[in-house]
């Protein structure tokens, strides 16, 4: 069994603007324990601000009132009392102690030696653990100091095997190895101190966290820390999900972790942070689980050609089948089983054919869009003998919108069509269009029906890049209604005005 400490609340709060409140730590916590199960949870750095203590020790008391309090730990520093005279008056019962791993870390950063160092670990320790307090402790820089001062990591780990320390935390704090570095140094480690617990703490500065961190684990570490979406300073930490699925997946391991609740907590931690996950982050990405190409989505519609061990099922997500200028047929039929829309095939192929016009305009139509399109194209007639050919709306706060309308007009289909070119004015932008569309009217002597009602619609879901459908009802010798599909507003409008010229002539 891998342990696995998560420090998205210390280590991962270390993010440019990232800062959690008292509740949504205790959130998190609460998430990642209970829901998640992970063995441990870091959760702040002592003697950051009197706010941060109160916020911890709310999370606490209830990490005590539910027997998970050895399971939160708390960042601390070599200051011998003070450090632990946080965490004990925050509540807390583990310390992880932040010593230096490499010889120039103790030299330029604490201007002290290798034998003084190790003293103030030491004499820090033993009073931590008078005060109760289990340690574990961080050899910060220790990848550096593994790739230019190895005999201080080995004085230093031989110094404190007298001390009562359950963990030894091997951090790669730059993000300085590679996966062939990472395996010799923790082989080495693990030889000489076969009886000790190791754990590894990856950073992403190079994009070989998760790498590294599985290449830790096969040389002989028993734990790893990770954050959640990869939360961290400069590049990020180990992302939790990325670590969980490849030790599951490539070496078997066993692990605490509910694969079901890790979209869910990379959800609430983005929302919390203020930090977009990336669309294409492994697991937890918007678009992980989107098949875009015709051809695959044609291939898992016949056999699952294109699926891995990564199913989103694992994760309480669904396959989905974008639909734009890429799609193909079974894209289509993917999405209106979803729906529960039967087309017929000469209608599928309309639909279709709309869908690629639509996605050479915006980046993808998501399936909510769907009968939107549908109602727009099956709408609309074989003969048109009006056509709007390019439209420009300019609206500014204080003078009248203006509209330029470039459109064409033939009274029979073997006529030649007849080009014009006309400016609009008006008290917004659809108004403009509207006296644009009625000078044209009038010169080819059509009289416009009275608009009478005007309604704007998104699908469900809040997406400003959402296609909108703007259906206008109309009243002449009798009232009909007319819509328009576009991802513009006015756009949709013009659409819905060209359908109701095409009506009346």
Same mark, same amino acid.
Request: aromatic share 6%; charged share 25%; with cysteine.
């Given at each position: =069994?891998?342990?696995? =400490?998560?420090?998205?609340? *210390? ?32 959760? #702040? ?7 941060? $203590? ?6 606490? *008391? ?30 807390? *019962? ?9 010889? @120039? ?5 604490? @201007? ?17 653990? @008078? ?20 005999? &201080?990591? +080995? %004085? ?28 010799? %140094?923790? +082989? ?44 961290? !300073? ?59 190409? /015709? ?19 694992? %994760? ?12 193909? *047929? ?55 003998? %009006? ?21 064409? &007009? ?15 004015? /008006?008290?917004?932008? &659809? ?6 569309? +009625? ?7 059509? !009289? ?5 009602? &005007? ?41 819905? #005005?060209?359908? =109701?010229?095409?009506?009346? $002539?």
């Amino acid at each position: =069994m891998i342990e696995i =400490m998560d420090t998205t609340l *210390r280590d991962g709060e270390q993010m440019n603007s990232v800062s959690y409140t008292a509740e949504e730590k205790l959130t998190i916590a609460r998430m990642l324990i209970e829901d998640v199960g992970l063995d441990r949870v870091e959760v #702040t750095s002592a003697r950051v601000s009197e706010g941060e $203590l109160k916020s911890v020790a709310l999370l606490l *008391r209830w990490a005590t009132e539910n027997g998970y309090a050895d399971r939160i730990e708390m960042l601390g520093f070599i200051d011998l009392d003070k450090s632990v005279d946080w965490i004990t008056e925050a509540g807390g *019962r583990v310390i992880n102690l932040l010593c230096k791993g490499s010889l @120039r870390h103790v030299e330029k950063q604490l @201007r002290k030696t290798a034998q003084q160092h190790l003293s103030d670990i030491l004499a820090t320790i033993e009073y931590a653990d @008078r005060k109760g307090l289990e340690c574990n402790v961080y050899l910060e820089d220790w990848s550096n100091g593994a790739l230019s001062s190895p005999d &201080y990591v +080995t %004085f230093l780990l031989d110094g404190l095997g007298v001390a009562p320390i359950r963990r030894f935390m091997l951090p790669d704090t730059l993000g300085v190895l590679c996966p062939d570095q990472v395996t010799g %140094f923790i +082989t080495d480690v693990v030889r000489k101190y076969p009886d000790r617990h190791f754990d590894f703490h990856g950073h992403n500065d190079y994009g070989l966290a998760t790498a590294n961190t599985l290449a830790a684990v096969r040389a002989g570490a028993r734990g790893v820390h990770c954050t959640v979406n990869g939360m961290g !300073e400069r590049a990020g930490n180990t992302s939790l999900d990325e670590v969980v699925v490849c030790l599951h997946d490539f070496d078997g391991h066993k692990t605490s972790i509910n694969e079901l609740a890790l979209h869910r907590i990379s959800e609430t931690v983005e929302v919390f942070s203020g930090r977009r996950i990336a669309s294409n982050k492994p697991v937890s990405g918007p678009n992980v689980f989107t098949q875009t190409s /015709g051809i695959h989505a044609d291939g898992d519609k016949k056999e699952n050609l294109y699926a891995n061990p990564l199913l989103p099922e694992r %994760f309480g997500r669904k396959r989905e089948y974008a639909l734009g200028k890429l799609s193909g *047929r079974s894209n289509l039929d993917f999405n209106l089983a979803e729906l529960g829309i039967e087309l017929a095939p000469e209608q599928k192929k309309i639909v279709l054919k709309r869908i690629i016009e639509l996605g050479d305009l915006k980046e993808s139509i998501t399936k909510e869009d769907l009968p939107y399109i549908i109602a727009d194209v099956l709408d609309q007639l074989q003969e048109k003998k %009006f056509e709007i050919d390019s439209c420009v709306v300019v609206t500014s706060k204080g003078v009248k919108s203006i509209a330029s309308l470039k459109a064409r &007009y033939r009274k029979a289909p073997d006529d030649e069509w007849r080009e014009f070119d006309t400016v609009g004015q /008006g008290d917004g932008g &659809y108004d403009a269009l509207m006296d644009a569309v +009625t000078k044209i009217a009038a010169t080819i002597g059509t !009289e416009l029906p009275e608009l009478v009602d &005007y309604n704007v619609a998104i699908p469900p879901g809040g997406r400003t890049d959402a296609l909108v459908q703007c259906a206008i009802s109309w009243r002449g010798e009798k009232t009909f209604v007319t819509k328009g599909v576009n991802s513009d507003q006015v756009l949709a409008a013009a659409e819905a #005005t060209e359908k =109701m010229l095409n009506l009346i $002539l």
